[in-house]
């Protein structure tokens, strides 16, 4: 459904990433691992097209999204949840999630994708009109996942959705991210928690300083020696 | 005593009313196209000119032709939007500046070289007006525009808060590359701001017509008033914009009434200097709107 070929982009003169090719299936859960810095967060913001690619395609269900500008990417069906949550601070939660369903197509299901966003977050709905801002971490993950949702996205993409989140709450953060892959949405999780990330995708990419140099199913990664080494601490 | 309290309270909400529709134009750009534009000022310039025109050579009401001023400034805004101001957004503020600056230079001398220094006024069967209450006095031309300019404010309110328009602007205010996620086109959203800002702007011109004159620099004396609003109300905060107007509008005809008559602005600046020495972000507190 999505496969970049040789993708490389740079902010400014500095390359990002290099040579990534990665390809994810309908309905497919797959992992972006890798440490700090690896180039994760920057090839899905190429995919959102937010920062700019100097060479490779992206192609999403036969669109080319090259020539594609940044906000034509959600109508095509792709839900980017930002690194750091990034939820709209002054806006209710509820404004939050009608902002998720911006686009025409997702704005014609807006209330119903809302009460099946509502059920799977419950704590959302009882927190409608509070504003984002001032809620916990973990509330605003899941108020970004659900913002994510509400574009009823054929892929899912998630940045560090355990970032700075206490264990319990990464925990339900998880098992969330089970059930939406479960509902049939591609998902492709962006992860420094290498261990989590394995348990919840079917296959999984390593990067490092910018290039893919590693890939396999969660079981072959998790067997992985090196990999074992360098991010499961074994 | 008090009556003269109360008579410069009621001058200072009337004329604040106006600044208010300059200043949320200008907060409202800020916030959300994050620029400043110094030529607000000029935009209420030829708000009062078309009026003025429209009142001179086909006899219209200054307060009817809000319905030409405010689609033509609206179109302008959405002009200089994306013919102007897009290609100069980036991270770099000086070119930003120098545009904003260099368009209101460009408008005064514009007007002065169209319509003369000349003052114009127009003259309408309310301008004299007057409604008693005791001993108060409230002028009727002022009294119409402080109602138009509040119903204007409650209006963008509205649209912010229960439009998707509305609320894709407050996103985009809020987090531009998110916003983007979400499918929201940032330069469309940009347009409509500047297009309801320099509306606003008109608005203000036309509704000052009754009452005040126009003159190429007319536009000067409001976009100062509005800039000292946005400051105390907070950047980017309509509703603190319009509360700080208001106050200032206040401030200043207290200090015309009670420090002198040239000293209106001592008050105000009085105002703006304590207010940024000790709360550098505003009255209007956060980022909020």
């Not at chain 1, 496969?3 to 902010?11: D, E, I, M, R, T």
């Not at chain 1, 977050?121 to 973990?138: C, E, N, V």
């Amino acid at each position: 459904m999505l496969k970049l070929s040789g993708v490389s982009a740079s902010y400014g003169s500095v390359p990002a990433i290099h040579n990534v090719s990665i390809e994810i299936g309908e309905g497919e859960a797959v992992g972006l691992l890798g440490a700090n810095g690896a180039g994760k967060s920057t090839t899905l913001r190429a995919i959102s097209k937010l920062v700019k690619m100097s060479s490779g395609t992206i192609i999403f269900a036969g669109t080319d999204l090259s020539t594609l500008p940044p906000h034509r990417i959600p109508e095509l069906g792709i839900a980017h949840v930002p690194e750091g949550r990034q939820v709209f601070p002054e806006m209710t939660v509820q404004e939050n999630l009608e902002i998720g369903a911006y686009v025409p197509k997702a704005k014609l299901e807006r209330s119903r994708t809302l009460d099946l966003v509502y059920s799977i977050f419950p704590r959302l709905a009882d927190r409608k009109k509070q504003l984002a801002g001032t809620m916990s971490g973990g509330e605003q993950q899941m108020l970004a996942v659900g913002r994510g949702l509400m574009l009823k996205p054929r892929l899912l993409m998630l940045d560090e959705p355990s970032l700075g989140l206490a264990p319990v709450m990464t925990d339900v953060t998880f098992e969330k991210i089970g059930e939406i892959h479960k509902m049939g949405t591609a998902i492709l999780l962006v992860e420094q928690n290498v261990s989590r990330a394995l348990s919840l995708v079917q296959r999984a990419y390593v990067l490092e300083s910018g290039s893919v140099t590693m890939q396999g199913t969660s079981a072959e990664l998790a067997d992985n020696e090196q990999v074992q080494a360098a991010y499961l601490g074994i | 005593m008090w009556e003269t309290i109360a008579q410069a309270v009621i001058n200072g909400l009337l004329i604040g009313g106006i600044y208010a529709l300059v200043s949320i134009g200008v907060t409202l750009i800020f916030g959300v196209v994050k620029i400043v534009n110094f030529a607000q000022g000029e935009f209420v310039m030829i708000g009062m000119y078309i009026s003025f025109f429209l009142s001179s050579q086909f006899g219209i009401d200054p307060l009817v032709s809000l319905i030409v001023s405010m689609p033509v400034l609206f179109v302008i805004g959405v002009l200089v939007q994306h013919f102007l101001i897009r290609r100069v957004l980036g991270p770099n503020d000086m070119p930003q500046i120098f545009l904003t600056f260099a368009l209101s230079l460009l408008l005064l001398n514009l007007a002065l070289m169209l319509f003369s220094a000349n003052y114009r006024t127009v003259h309408t069967s309310y301008s004299d007006e007057a409604l008693h209450l005791g001993e108060l006095y409230i002028p009727v031309a002022k009294l119409i525009a402080f109602v138009v300019a509040m119903a204007l404010s409650g209006a963008l309110w509205v649209f912010l808060h229960t439009t998707d328009l509305g609320k894709a602007m407050r996103a985009a205010a809020q987090n531009r590359d998110v916003a983007t996620l979400m499918g929201i086109n940032p330069n469309r959203v940009f347009c409509v701001a500047l297009g309801i800002a320099l509306a606003l702007a008109g608005a203000a011109g036309s509704l000052l017509m009754p009452f005040y004159s126009a003159y190429p620099f007319v536009g000067q004396v409001f976009v100062l008033m509005a800039f000292v609003a946005v400051v105390l109300g907070t950047l980017g905060n309509v509703i603190g914009a319009l509360v700080a107007s208001l106050m200032m509008g206040v401030a200043e005809s207290l200090g015309i009434q009670f420090v002198g008559a040239d000293s209106g602005l001592i008050v105000v600046f009085a105002m703006l200097l304590l207010t940024l020495a000790f709360k550098p972000t505003g009255l209007g507190g956060g980022r909020a709107r």
